[in-house]
């Protein structure tokens, strides 16, 4: 069996040999794929890397602090705006994409501050209202959003022997596998238990010497530094921009991600970022019956496993490591 | 002078379809503690079949009477297939949400295939182009006939939910499920009724707003939204409150068009929203929550 004998061990990522053997063919498999899969598939699953970062933005708000943001699509637009902006003034990208990320984390910070009065659906609202407020102040105010026509932003250019498709996908990743990395140490440290205090009962959280003002604000910045960055790569991977693409709907999505991914959990974020854009993709020959199919997945998902498909996987995990006994 | 009214005459009549949506997510949000994200969707989709009807020379009246069956016919219906399901496995707030978020895209899936994307008009026997003048003010006969619409089903809700049993019911079953049962009230039926007539209502909002924009697949979206919000600015657990919020965001919303700036006039309706749930978090007419540790 599987026993535990010190703290540290608990936190440490891989434990068993298994699981390092299983996480290094996942990674094999992640370097490889764009040498041998098709190059739509490969912008699929850059689409899917990019996307994975947002949603654990949003799951480290709604799953770990259980703050409810509408919003989000207000923060991707933001960091896809700000990075459109300082890639055509001639910032290199790293340097944008923090830029943008910096900038919606301002945004966050903002909209964090009703969060100290408002609860569930009343926050609900307000961020909602932040999110309209985004969508028609780009709409409406030209120098921000480029114009009719929206903002064309510089491709980036591809990295020493790799197409283009590739070496988006390659920084995708490795974004992705930092974004990952930096969620764990978060939520394993004392910032990432104050979230969940915060969460689970908050005023218990306050008595106990968790600064409320400051752990919320703090999820807020964090979640829409994810999203700003999500939106900057988005902006990247698109290479052409406009206000439309960030409506309500759009932070909709996010949110469902989160939740048919597993809320509170690391891996279900990317689950669900891969089920909300493969569902749509699988099902492309009805074009029409899209969202009826990706409404009754959801439908089904939730009634037969309310705690999203991370949920099943670890049901399945402790299926295979106490067989045959149960 | 006359300016200023006749903008605020614009504001309550947008203000009285908010009302008719704003009472549906109140109503389903106090018994069953569920915000229904397919609540503008459901209307969308009893819109169409009156359109349906009417275009096959149903009468007007009898086009509405079963368009508003069929909306209350599928709130009913997810409430018993779903949402029962759902709760009996402890579902929380979040799910609840996605839950009526799936029925929406499931709900515009439909509308899309079955009557496609192009804007259509219903026609209805109320002119938008026929006005009254009453003193310096114009008003439309379609705004009259929104405005009487507002107050009627606010007036049919309030009776039914004051004055009859089944109102009683109601009132017993948001306050306490558990006492409820015990004291043999059929609470799931009860809940049932609430989520049928909370449809219905969404669907009058849908009907009148109908002539005034064109019938497209989305064109609740924004008034189902500006419902909700109005919902969340009287407090969430009162009907009254949804009234007075509504008027509230559209005379708002129609008086910042006219005065200051017509393209930013959904986001100042949110930000009021936001200023007035910063002074009062429970709305202005909601009971204050009190939490235990």
Sequence with gaps: MDLVDSYREDLRFARRPITRALLGLVLAAVVAFPWVAPAYAVFIATLIALYSIGVMGQNLLIGYTGQISFGQAGFLAIGAFTFGHLRIWGMPFLVALAGAGAAAALAGLLVGFPSLRLKGPYLSIATLGFGVAVYQAFVNWEVLSGGRSGLAIPKLKALPGLSVTQSVYYVDVVLL?????????????????????????????????????????????????????????????????????????????????????????????????????????????????????????????????????????????????????? | ????????????????????????????????????????????????????????????????????????AIGIAFYFIVLVRAQRQGANLLGMVILTL????????????TWGAEPVSLPFPISDSKTYRLGGVVVSQLALATIAAGVAGSLCLYLLVQRTRVGLAMRA???????????????????????????????????????????????????????????????????????????????????TGAYLTIQFKNTLAFVIIIVVLLVRPEGLLGREFKERV
């Design chain 2, 173 to 255: 079953t948001s306050e306490n499920v558990m006492a409820a049962q015990t004291l043999g009230i059929p609470t799931r039926l009860v809940l049932g009724v609430a989520w049928g007539m909370a449809s219905a209502l969404g669907v009058v909002a849908g009907i009148f707003l109908a002539p005034a924009l064109l019938l497209d697949p989305f064109f609740m979206l924004d008034p189902f939204l500006k419902g909700f919000a109005a919902a969340v600015l009287g407090g969430l657990n009162s009907l009254p409150g949804a009234v007075v919020g509504a008027l509230i965001l559209g005379v708002a919303e129609s008086l």
């Design chain 1, 177 to 326: 596998a930092l974004f990952t990395l930096a969620t764990y140490n978060i939520i394993s440290s004392y910032v990432g238990r104050a979230f969940i205090a915060i969460r689970d009962a908050e005023i218990a959280a306050e008595v106990n010497g968790v600064n409320l003002m400051r752990y919320k604000l703090l999820a807020f910045a964090l979640s829409s530094f994810y999203t700003g960055v999500h939106g900057a790569l988005y902006a990247q991977i698109l290479g052409h921009i406009e206000p439309q693409s960030f409506n309500v709907l759009e932070s909709l999505t996010l949110f469902v991600a989160v939740v048919i991914g597993g809320i509170a959990s690391v891996e279900g974020s990317i689950l669900g970022a891969a089920f909300v854009l493969l569902v749509p993709k699988v099902f492309a020959d009805f074009r029409e019956m899209v969202p009826v199919v990706y409404g009754v997945t959801i439908l089904l998902v939730l009634i037969f496993e309310p705690l999203g498909l991370y949920g099943r996987w670890l049901k399945t995990r402790l299926y295979f490591q106490l067989w045959p006994f149960r």
């Design chain 2, 1 to 72: 002078m006359d300016r200023f009214l006749q903008y605020a005459l614009t504001g309550v009549s947008a203000g009285s379809l908010y009302a008719l949506v704003a009472l549906g997510v109140v109503l389903i949000y106090r018994s069953t503690r569920v915000l229904n994200f397919a609540h503008g969707d459901i209307a969308t989709l009893a819109t169409f079949v009156s359109f349906s009807l009417l275009s096959r020379r149903y009468s007007f009246v009898a086009a509405v009477v079963l368009s508003l069956a069929v909306g209350a």
């Design chain 2, 102 to 113: 799936g029925l929406a895209l499931i709900i515009q899936g439909v509308v899309v295939y």
